[in-house]
């Protein structure tokens, strides 16, 4: 519960205080109302580091005990006692939820508009239990429609977990992921390299050759560029190869046979060649014959970055 006093500085001004205990944990907020209104935020005991956020319009400040923090993160030694340690890069309420995480407070509220900030501040001061936390909100929240649009941000942090899981996504969804990508994205042909070299998708080969064609036309018709066989094979470049059309049946052959399509009319004679009758020529060189494999667990990644709880399913 918030109790209320007054101050009486040496200027005679009356200012009001409020303080009110945070949940959970040894800390308090502190309230200043008056000319210059502050909320500063008191962790532990005995307080020996304060940080300062230029950016507050409030001016807060945050107290915490030093060797706590460093405990919980290295990058916290930096930092001097009794100096004005300055925070620029990292929002009030951000560095709030870390202190308050390093406190044993309650669950961090990490969604969907502060994941990213929270990331890089427990990267930035080595808090590696509230870089879990995200990864745990990453595995719930991430899937095929909006990976496209986190894939690049996320990857900055070359976290091989969380990596592996968003590969792992690429191929369990990938006709989800095609079909919410934009050529005009950054992670557009590193989320299809991703699903095109891999051996084993959750889709036949002709589904993926179909998902892709769709999603390049709506785009093509939306930057109104021509649907001609030459854009689209410009646009995919090397990637064509790596559709395994040997590995298609001859009517899965026709179907990509229609205009526009990404295989040369040379192309689709030897390929239909190999299908019919086994007969090597030149284009088959750059082509996989192999048939990728289609049985996955949707789920397997996601377990192994959970925490254990029993057997696993095979």
Known sequence: MSQKFEIEPVSGEIREYTCRALNGINAIEVTRTGRDDFIHYYFGTYQDLAFTFPSDKESSKIFVEKHLVVSKGEAFKSFKRGAQNVITDVSLDTFKEMIQ?????????????????ILRASQKFSVHSLTYEVLLFLVDFLNGENLPKYFVEIDKFSIKMINDFMRHTCIVSPLVIIENLTISDPAYKRLLSIILEFPCLSC?????????????????QRLKKPLIDEEFRNELGQMIYLIRFPAMSLEDLMECAKKPTLLTSQELIDIQMWVKERIFSQSLQFFSVA??????HPNLQKSYIKPHQGPQEC
Do not use: A, D, Q, S
């Not at 995480?101 to 900030?117: A, S």
């Open 101 to 117: 995480h390093i406190y044993g407070g309650p669950h961090v509220n990490i969604h969907e508009g502060n994941f990213l900030e």
């Open 204 to 220: 036949t080969e002709f589904e993926l050759y179909n998902g892709i064609m769709c999603m390049l036309k709506k785009e093509f």
């Open 291 to 296: 048939p990728r494999l289609t049985r996955l």
